[in-house]
């Protein structure tokens, strides 16, 4: 289990009892609100940091843009993914792996305190390969990630005849797959509201259509202006996704992240037929699957296209022919939040401004409750979080807020 930190050693004053639900304000006035953290940022990945502090028994309000915000978590395909992170930075791989470790007690945790079930299934996981030359190129990869990682890191490379062994339902044509039984799913909406509800049960405030216009130090706190109104807080957090970038600026620091748009296609409901998860097929609890994805650099555009579904389309008919007689109902496009090495990036810009972004927002959210959340209290950097500051992108600007 993870309590809270002993009192002597948080920083923070213990925050008041609150009414046990979210407090979701909307005023045409000026509003002034006092926080231990101000969370600019209420998807996945701000509401699991947010969860985490009130944990923590630390007073906490959450800033969201609203409805109009690019949500990457709505589009998110729910994945709790472990194999082949770390490829270009190696102690994703770690990090990746306890995440899944914590999800268990993250699943248990909500499920008590909201009575919602986020869909955990941990079974293991198939990345497919259609063409001995992509199989020869996973093989390379997966080899790279285990040599950086030095420890036990299981999986298999699996011909046609092994996955058939694993998804009976798999084309000829394939020519194979890795398998981790590291990997699962999970449904992000349902986890998005179970978050914000336990939130709201531990005395959280969430502050909808908020959008940040400014940020600045003033006495020792910080003073971050919303179209709303005025918060004050010691510390902040930007956990805004690809908002994170103008944010970044309001302190001055560059934050080199960039939009990746994926494409995805989800079919009618069908019976449940796949016991594990699937990178690139998904069947989500409810019998639907998603069909995916795409990766195409073209800025923050949310369209989708014919000549994209058409690929993904035929790709899921040669990973399983009989998807050629069920229907697509409907098509969607989300925007990735992609740093250069597409791993966190979790630094103190300057003195009690935290950064916390990723593309993995479902399959971290886990250890962003339980572990990244303690840093944003603590201030120190475990050891566990060091290598995925902003140093390690040499360009990166890193001035002093001033006043």
């Not at 011909?159 to 194979?176: L, Q, S």
Request: charged share 20%.
């Amino acid at each position: 289990m993870h309590t809270a930190s002993d009192s002597h050693s948080n920083p923070f004053r213990c925050a008041r009892s609150r009414p046990a639900k979210i407090s979701i304000l909307r005023r045409t006035t000026i509003m002034l609100h006092e926080t231990d953290v101000a969370v600019i940022g209420g998807g996945l990945v701000g509401i699991a940091i947010a969860y985490g502090l009130a944990n923590q028994k630390v007073s906490s309000i959450v800033l969201d843009e609203g409805d109009g915000a690019i949500r990457a978590s709505r589009g998110n395909f729910g994945l709790v993914w472990v194999q082949g992170k770390g490829l270009l930075l190696k102690e994703y791989t770690p990090w990746a792996m306890k995440a899944a470790e914590y999800w268990p007690e993250l699943a248990e945790r909500l499920m008590s305190e909201t009575s919602i079930d986020v869909g955990l299934m941990q079974t293991g996981g198939l990345f497919f390969c259609k063409t001995p030359e992509a199989l020869a190129q996973r093989v390379a990869d997966m080899a790279q990630v285990k040599a950086q990682f030095g420890g036990e890191y299981n999986y298999d490379i699996l011909d046609n005849a092994g996955v058939r062994k694993m998804v009976p339902e798999i084309g000829h044509t394939i020519a194979g797959a890795s398998y981790s039984d590291y990997d699962g799913q999970a449904n992000p909406i349902r986890l998005l509201r179970a978050f914000h509800r336990a939130y709201g049960a531990l005395g959280g405030t969430y502050l909808a259509n908020n959008g940040v216009l400014g940020i600045r130090h003033v006495e020792g706190k910080f003073e971050v202006r919303t179209t709303d109104g005025i918060v004050r807080a010691q510390r902040i957090v930007l956990s805004a996704g690809l908002g994170n970038v103008k944010l970044g600026d309001m302190l001055g620091v560059e934050i080199p992240i960039r939009p990746m748009r994926g494409q995805i296609m989800v079919t009618e409901r069908l019976p449940q037929m796949f016991g594990l998860a699937m990178e690139q097929v998904r069947q989500t609890d409810d019998g639907t699957l998603l069909i995916g994805t795409s990766w195409e650099d073209v800025g923050f555009d949310l369209s989708t296209t014919d000549e994209t579904s058409r690929r993904i389309a035929n790709d899921a008919i040669d990973f399983f022919p009989f998807l050629a007689d069920v229907k697509i109902i409907r098509t969607w496009a989300a925007l990735r939040i992609l740093s250069p090495d597409a791993s966190p990036i979790y630094d103190e810009l300057v003195p009690g401004a935290f950064l916390v972004t990723c593309h993995s927002g479902v399959s971290l959210a886990a250890i962003h409750a339980f572990e990244s959340a303690k840093w944003i209290v603590e201030g120190a950097v475990p050891q566990s979080m060091e290598a995925f500051g902003l140093k390690r992108f040499a360009k990166t600007k890193r001035p002093q807020l001033v006043a």
